[in-house]
């Protein structure tokens, strides 16, 4: 497959653009105690993750005393970025906000990783949060997960599911809940959410997995149903939709953003950038933009951040390999 394939569809959002924020610095001070940091996000502006890194910029800025830029650096699924800050100077110059999955999936799935994310970055922060759903479409005559399995049972030509692409976390929850099941299911990649929705709408596939934040309006229209979310608790977004552990399926599987430094960062630099964050994150008028897109956010320290990849790391590594799924570098 292709990598322009891999990471699409993430969040939708706003704020697109570029953003400076320019404030003087105290004269004498290097640069990873004052002046430029550019924020770089992998993917194109007008994702809901473009929109956490602006809104978080705007409130760092004054705290840092530094001009916070928001750049978007697209392409090869992430990698472009990513390669960007791992090959950066280590001097606050630059930062790396991506999903979680970028940075635990990718090193899973490439033939040959392009990058160690233990060694090659130095964690800052958990940001932010987002869920996955399971979606039916008009099509299939169940009010629940447990009559959806029933239906599936009875409709064994009808087993296509949609995935905002391969080698995401909806490919490899297809993959789980095929196991679980153990009914056969087919596949069906696309580029987004909003080509399932319509293919979930007019018939062509019996089921999707994508972003809650993405079906939410569809559901809210009656065009399709949400029958399940992957987080461990009820979504604060669908508080009538119950998860999949409810729903007789142990499998937990929401997302989530971090913040990242090159290798050989100073530690007290990334200190103060998590906690300027995370600071951000709590205030309420930048909780209330972010909630509106689905973002949940969280803030948080490194170790959390640390502890979070090795956990995401740990519980996807054997359900990947099981796939035999890789990707071609």
Known sequence: MDRRTFMAGCLGGSFGGSLGLSLLAPAG????????????FPFAAGAGG??????????????????????????????????????GSADGSMVLVTTGPTMYLLPM?????????????????????????????PAV?????????????????????GVPSN?????FMGSR????????????????????????????????ITTLADA????????????????????????????LKESGIDLVADAWYGMWLPAGSPPDFASKLGAAASAALAKPEVKEKLTAIGL??????????????????????????ATGYKLEN
């Open 29 to 40: 001070e290097t640069q990873a105690q004052a002046g430029l940091t550019k924020i770089i």
């Open 50 to 87: 473009d929109t956490l890194c602006r809104l978080i910029a705007q409130e760092m800025a004054p705290v840092l005393q530094r001009t916070m830029v928001v750049e978007n650096r697209t392409g090869a699924d992430g990698l472009i970025g990513i390669k960007a800050v791992k090959g």
């Open 109 to 137: 799935v490439e033939t040959t990783p392009s990058f160690d994310t233990a060694k090659d970055f130095v964690p800052v922060s958990l940001l932010a949060r987002f869920e996955f759903a399971v979606v039916i479409g």
């Open 141 to 161: 005559d169940a009010a629940d997960f447990k009559g959806f399995v029933a239906w599936l049972k009875a409709h064994p030509d009808k087993t296509s599911f």
């Open 167 to 171: 080698g995401t976390i909806p490919h």
């Open 177 to 208: 809940l095929e196991k679980d099941l153990g009914i056969p299911l087919s596949r069906v990649p696309y580029r987004g959410s909003t080509p399932i929705l319509n293919d979930l709408i007019g018939g062509h596939v019996s089921f999707g």
């Open 216 to 243: 939410l309006p569809q559901h809210r229209a009656k065009g399709v149903r949400i029958i399940a979310v992957s987080s461990a608790e009820r979504s604060p977004f669908a508080p009538d939709v119950p998860t």
């Open 296 to 321: 949940i956010p969280v803030g948080g320290t490194a170790e959390g951040l640390s502890k979070e990849l090795a956990a995401n790391t740990a519980f996807w590594q054997p359900i990947v390999k």
